[in-house]
């Protein structure tokens, strides 16, 4: 049986991305230099996970001029979380992007919304008690 481990997206800022992540509860777990291949690797998660399992490794390409397209095969992240509204709140408080208002699923009842992280890449909060 397998494990999933992370999932790897490409960014433009590690600080604004620390920044946005840190507003949905996330911690920055590790971080490994690169200096030969001039990029950085920073592995960010819940402290409450087990390490290496279910975190984001977000890769800083030192020299990446250009912007990043993110494509049209991915869609989101998903993470739960006790309140998404006070969530969408400090994510909307800390300069953030709010794309969907915290509000029950179409034809549903659990509680989600979307924020927008610095680079584009879409985050669903998902209300978990």
Do not use: C
Request: aromatic share 10%.
């Amino acid at each position: 049986m397998g494990i999933f481990l992370h999932t790897m997206v490409r960014i433009r800022d590690i600080d604004r991305s620390l920044i946005f992540y840190g507003l949905l509860g996330m911690k920055e777990l590790r971080r490994k230099e690169v200096p030969e291949g001039r990029y950085t690797l920073v592995f960010i998660g819940y402290e409450g996970n087990a390490k290496g399992e279910g975190e984001i490794e977000l890769t800083y390409n030192w020299d990446q001029e250009e912007d990043y397209e993110i494509g049209n095969g991915f869609g989101h992240f998903a993470v739960g979380v006790p309140d998404v509204a006070g969530v969408v709140e400090k994510v909307r408080t800390g300069g953030g992007k709010v794309t969907r208002e915290a509000g029950p699923l179409k034809f549903g009842t659990t509680i989600i919304a979307f924020v927008e992280d610095p680079d584009g890449y879409k985050v669903e909060l998902i209300e978990r008690k």
